[in-house]
């Protein structure tokens, strides 16, 4: 099997099966009070050889020995700030617009900048033979982030039922993306997204740098090995990686359940699911969608790409110097000079309401690494 790794620069209780709904035929520049203005690596075995007399290099005559201490302690933390209506990213924001609290204890920001990156992602699909109507949704849903990719995009395609495929590696060739999506075929009807998630998680780790995750499905889990917890501490465990949720099947059922034909099992089922799909996404800072209609979809993509190539690292060291492995809390706010919530606002100086998305959290560092 493939794997995927390259080096680029570039509560829930695990649900019981259940079955899904029939198919449906018919179906700017800061402000004085600080707001911001949007514009339109074998060990040899031989014995070592002896040291030389004089060392290679040596500091000038009557210079004493300096000391080279790196600072590895340092947190940084991406961030997106989007307009809600339009999905824009607001720029223009400094170090000291950005309150960090780690553990309800307020941080000091010593650095705040934007990157603009191309995307390194895995779509992850759902492709199960239980729907056809949740299987439209989904290809709908990769063509149409399909279409929104760039050159220097690297995607990898894997799909999931009882068990996962890789149907291409990261690669930035469209045509070979076009092809593993074209050549998706219907599996077993089994939705293992735990171990789907847990094993795209493990694999990612093996990219360097920020990498994302488009998991298009329905949420639901039907028969993993592994359950919801089991999943939630690996995402906490796996730093840099975003997950970008899309759920599948919404239409199908709000019609099916408009006329009165799901259960009460399936509907808690179906309830659970979306909950599980937001978490992922809010656990990792990125965003969760439930389209109803395929024209929301390029909407959908275009705040996802928004927030993939645009974001805010912030840096800081963290007052809890402890190297002990912990999980910390973040909640990450905007303020002014004065620490007040900051004030963003349009060309007529009409104040916008904007939403600013990070992780819930990041894993401490232990000692030994």
Known sequence: MAVLAMSTGAACAQSAPATPPPVVDEGGPATDNGGIVIPKKKQDEQPLPPAPAEPVTKNPAGLPPVT???????????????????????????????????????????????????????????????????????????????????????????TYAMRTEILTDFTNDRRTVAEALSSLQ??????????????????????????????????????????????????????????????????????????????????????????????????TGGQSFQPLFQGALPDVFKAINEQMRSEYVLTYKPTNSARDGSYRKLRVELVDGEGHPLVIADERNRPLKYSVIAREGYTAKRAVE
């Open 68 to 158: 080279v201490r790196v600072d590895t302690s340092l947190v940084n933390v991406d961030v997106s700030v989007l307009v809600d209506k339009t999905k824009q990213f607001v720029p223009n924001l400094k170090p000291e617009n950005f309150a960090v609290y780690e553990d309800g204890v307020r941080q000091t920001v010593r650095d705040a900048k934007i990157t603009q990156t191309p995307i390194t992602a895995v779509m992850l699909l759902e492709f199960a033979a239980n729907s056809w109507v949740f299987i439209q949704d989904m290809q709908n849903a990769s063509q149409a982030f399909f279409d929104q990719l760039r050159p220097d995009d690297y995607i990898a395609v894997m």
């Open 186 to 283: 219907p599996m077993m009807s089994d939705t293992n997204l735990y171990d789907a998630l847990y094993e795209t998680l493990d694999r990612m780790a093996r990219v360097e740098g920020r990498k994302d995750i488009i998991l298009i499905a329905s949420g639901r889990d039907t028969f993993s090995r592994l359950n919801f917890d089991q999943v939630m501490a690996k995402i906490k465990a796996t730093p840099n990686v975003t997950i970008y949720t899309v759920s599948t099947g919404q239409l199908a059922r709000e019609i099916v359940d408009g006329r009165g034909q799901m259960g009460p099992i399936t509907r808690l089922t179906y309830m659970q699911a979306d909950s599980q799909m937001k978490t992922f996404a809010q656990m």
